[in-house]
């Protein structure tokens, strides 16, 4: 039977048999309002970048023509620009899905889509205007100036956004939209589905929990009659929008029964992902003609994204042997003065596709092992060299795989290549361990900025580095290889893990 509250209640103290959550209980506090709900933020944080672009625009032209040539020159011209600035701005932050509250909570990737998208709308149109022949209507002053505080002001107002749009979902003040659900038991106290919804819009008047044994029956509607006539009489008088069914999805008698008996209700009714499905729905979604699939596991990447990839390594490739030519000179004179083998040591690694290579580092040991058996280094291990602990330690003596990388056998950044004799132990314990060869191995990886790096003394620490290698492959984006390239110079002047 249903119980009612004079209280607000959360997920996980829902009673056993029933939960209810009265309308006056249930309004967020502080600064909620009854108009405030995500489609209206959403739309105000359009508005809002919008204005701020064209108030920069002509607040740049004026400033800098009053400061130049004490006049205000041609205002109209620079408002005219600051509005099409503004419309292409706001129209490629659509596209990217900008304006959704996961994207404005999301304040390092509102960052980054902001200055791309900023930085391209400037660059596509000021080359437009130089074929057109109208870039001598504007100054280099004002446009430069347009850009640089423009930017500044959107990425300010990001952040205060982001700020404040995560303190209104926390408090539940977008939780405007009324809402009843109908529950498999159980399944209310252990999903996070009734928190989403409430940070999300969504307002919970009531709901309704059916055992099991009842979803199971064919009888369903007779033995719930009286119950959803219940919940049809509430959901009229309260005004409810929406219905949301949370059960095992296996149900479809039950989904199916209980659809029919709310067809009297003009309102739509949604299917929240059981414990199981929503696992699998947390991947991209791909249009596969008439069927939507869920991409469990990305292919490697396409060409596009290797072109991409490519080119970052080289650059960066290029810029690394610059920066530390003179270091790896006097890492490998130090290697000859003070112990007796080559400089360079090299091991047969797979790489892409699981193809073997060969791999550079400077000598740190006084053996050099490849081979179906190879012991990992360990602390305090006789086998590494004077100068080896300290180029180890300081990561130096991975200097030489920029070699391998020009070569086209590794990347900048990737999952951490293993010895051939691990790579073939590994692939038999551990599932998955062989899709980090859909990637081209790197010098550092995410795995390694994350604390995962040196001897791996037990399966389970190979475990985590294979997860957030698994983690790097399906989630790769150019911004993520400069986020662990810029970890991964944090670390190696903070310390390493490695000997």
């Known amino acids: 039977m249903t119980v009612l509250s004079t209280r607000p209640v959360r997920a996980p103290d829902l009673p056993a048999e029933m939960a209810v959550v009265e309308p006056a209980a249930a309004t967020a506090t502080g600064f909620a309002s009854r108009w405030l709900r995500p489609l209206i933020v959403e739309r105000l944080a359009l508005v809002a970048d919008a204005v701020l672009v064209v108030i920069s625009g002509i607040g740049c032209a004026i400033g800098y023509h009053l400061a130049t040539a004490g006049a205000v020159g041609k205002a109209s011209v620079y408002a005219a620009a600051s509005v099409l600035v503004a419309l292409n701005f706001t129209l490629l932050m659509i596209v990217q899905h900008g304006y959704r509250l996961k994207a404005i909570t999301d304040l390092p990737r509102a960052i980054r889509m902001t200055l791309t998208t900023w930085t391209g709308v400037f660059g596509a149109l000021l080359a437009i205007a130089f074929t057109m022949k109208a870039s001598d209507e504007f100054s280099r002053g004002t446009t430069i100036s347009f850009y640089l505080v423009g930017l500044i002001v959107l990425v300010s107002w990001k952040a205060v956004a982001a700020r404040w749009t995560a303190a209104a979902m926390r408090s539940g003040a977008f939780a405007n939209a009324r809402a009843v659900m109908i529950a498999e038991f159980g399944l209310a106290a252990s999903s996070n589905a009734i928190v989403d919804l409430g940070q999300h819009g969504y307002r919970l008047l009531r709901i309704v929990e059916i055992q099991p044994k009842d979803l199971a029956s064919p009888l369903l509607l007779s033995s719930q009659a009286q119950r959803l006539d219940e919940l049809i009489a509430f959901a009229r008088e309260n005004r409810v929008e929406q219905v949301f069914l949370l059960m095992n999805w296996s149900r479809q008698h039950a989904i199916d029964s209980i659809l029919d008996a709310l067809k009297i209700l003009p309102i739509p009714v ?99 092992e490849d081979g179906p058996k190879i012991v990992q280094a360990s602390r305090n291990d006789p086998r590494v060299t004077g100068i080896g602990k300290w180029l180890r330690k300081t990561s130096i003596d991975e200097l030489p795989q920029l070699f391998n990388v020009l070569k086209g056998d590794m990347s900048l950044v990737g999952p951490r290549p293993h010895a051939a004799a691990h790579n073939s132990e590994y692939e038999q314990i551990i599932g998955n361990y062989a899709f980090r060869h859909h990637v081209k191995p790197g010098i550092t990886g995410w795995a390694q900025v994350n604390g995962y790096r040196g001897e791996t003394r037990t399966l389970d620490l190979m475990q985590k580095r294979v997860e957030h290698d698994l983690w790097y492959i399906n989630n790769w984006s150019l911004w993520l290889d400069l986020k662990i390239a810029t970890l991964t110079a944090i670390t190696a002047l903070g310390g390493s893990s490695a000997y």
């Open 270 to 368: 949604h299917l929240v992902p059981d414990p199981h499905a929503a696992r699998f729905l947390r991947h991209p979604l791909v249009n596969t003609g008439h069927t939507w699939t869920a991409e469990l596991r990305r292919a490697p990447l396409s060409w596009k994204e290797r072109a991409l990839k490519r080119m970052l390594d080289l650059a960066g490739t290029g810029l690394a042997l610059l920066a530390f030519a003179p270091v790896m000179l006097l890492t490998a004179i130090l290697i000859k003065a003070t112990s007796k083998g080559p400089v360079f040591f090299r091991q047969t690694r797979h790489g892409f596709g699981g193809r073997a290579f060969q791999i550079f580092k400077f000598r740190t040991m006084g053996v050099l």
